[in-house]
């Protein structure tokens, strides 16, 4: 049981914090970031933005 297990996790990518959950991102927009500069990221809707956001990875968002 252990070693399929370490090797169940070896084969696991690496993920950072600052990566975005899979499954939120609804599309890439060609859209510049205000702050950055980078392409802005449309968010799906959630229990605490109902109409969803779109955002940045350098962390600045709007609401729609």
């Known amino acids: 049981m252990k070693f399929e297990l370490t090797e169940y996790l070896r084969g696991l990518k690496r993920r ?3 990566d975005d959950i899979p499954g939120s ?5 060609e ?8 392409a802005m990221k449309l968010y799906k809707k959630c229990c605490g933005n ?3 956001y779109k955002g940045c990875k350098c962390g600045f968002k ?3």
């Not at 991102?25 to 927009?29: I, K, N, P, R, S």
């Not at 859209?31 to 500069?37: K, N």
Request: aromatic share 10%.
């Open 16 to 18: 950072s914090k600052q």
């Open 25 to 29: 991102v609804e599309a890439y927009l």
């Open 31 to 38: 859209e510049p970031c205000p702050s950055c500069g980078r």
């Open 50 to 52: 109902p109409n969803g």
């Open 62 to 64: 709007y609401v729609l």
